[in-house]
């Protein structure tokens, strides 16, 4: 059922998508694609067999009216054929229901894991920080001295809910075009699971004055530091600290890796979950088995 349907490509198509497949946008691109791609194989199964189906049915009506007349051999005849070939069809189906819907779990867990790590998680603009005072004492430096003060600095970063993709059009329409080569497709682009990064954080302190005689600290104006004298504006305080804004950048990156390869090597320990631990992102044996069996 699966061999005579569905979009039809080369090597060349899937080594062109898979570099072109390179970020968030182009990634989603992909996934999409071969979702789809896999949709329409699941539901060609189930309509094959609705189809057979049908054609029984009917010749079960013709074959019904014609008892008593020359047509009833004829029509009993066609009406096993047809019996036998719905069957074959019903059976058909079900056997390439499971993996395709498998491969289609995978790949939508993948594709929104991939999301996450290089989207979701990423807000596009920098961070600003809370200051608030949080009196004296140390927890890291000089903690058993007096003369020490503690500032709470606390960021609370939004989520990338969507962004532009405008500046990938190209490779996202190539991206795309794996879903031409899937059923003779050798690798798929993944962020890999054993690769995965959160986004990379990058601040600055700033300190000014004799910060080890500070006895306390106030919160400074707007909660944009933490300083000895709390009417004091930021840019002419003699005892303060501050933290910079937060900036976040996605550093994990998508690689090709073979499906058959992948699909038969070691599971990665670090994913696997034992007793009541649930592993988050299924791994890239798991997704290669089930694109393979697919």
């Known amino acids: 059922v699966l061999a005579s349907g569905g979009a039809r490509g080369g090597p060349d198509e899937e080594t062109k998508a898979n570099a072109a497949a390179t970020e968030a946008c182009t990634m ?146 190539a991206a795309q075009k794996i879903l031409t080569a899937l059923k003779t497709v050798k690798a798929i682009k993944v962020v890999s699971s054993t690769q995965l990064k959160l986004p990379k954080t990058t601040t600055t302190i700033e300190g000014v004055g004799e910060l080890s005689h500070s006895t306390a600290w106030n919160t400074g104006t707007g909660n944009k530091y933490c300083n000895e004298k709390a009417t004091q504006a930021p840019d002419v305080a003699t005892k303060a600290v501050a933290l910079t804004p937060l900036k976040y950048e996605a550093t994990a990156t998508a690689k090709a890796i073979d499906i058959a390869e992948t699909a038969s090597s070691q599971e990665d320990e670090a994913l696997k979950a034992a007793g009541d631990e649930r592993s988050w992102i299924i791994s890239d044996k798991s997704l290669a088995q089930a694109i393979q069996a697919a």
Not at 29 to 46: D, H, N, P, Q, R
Not at 70 to 77: D, L, N, Q
Not at 150 to 157: F, V
């Open 28 to 173: 989603d691109g992909y996934y999409e694609a071969i979702e789809k791609e896999l949709t329409s194989w699941l539901e060609a199964t189930v309509v094959t067999a609705k189809e057979m189906e049908t054609q029984y049915q009917l010749l079960r009506l013709a074959s019904a009216k014609a008892v008593g007349t020359s047509k009833a051999v004829g029509y009993e005849v066609l009406t096993e054929l047809a019996a036998e070939r719905s069957k074959q069809a019903s059976t058909a189906a079900t056997k390439a229901a499971e993996p395709l819907a498998r491969a289609l779990t995978a790949i939508a867990s993948r594709r929104a894991a991939t999301a996450a790590v290089l989207k979701l998680t990423v807000p596009q603009n920098t961070v600003q920080y809370t200051h608030t005072a949080n009196g004296r004492g140390g927890t890291v430096i000089t903690q058993s001295r007096s003369d020490t003060a503690k500032c709470d600095i606390t960021a609370e970063p939004l989520a990338t809910l969507k962004s532009s993709c405008s500046a990938e059009k190209a490779n996202f329409v």
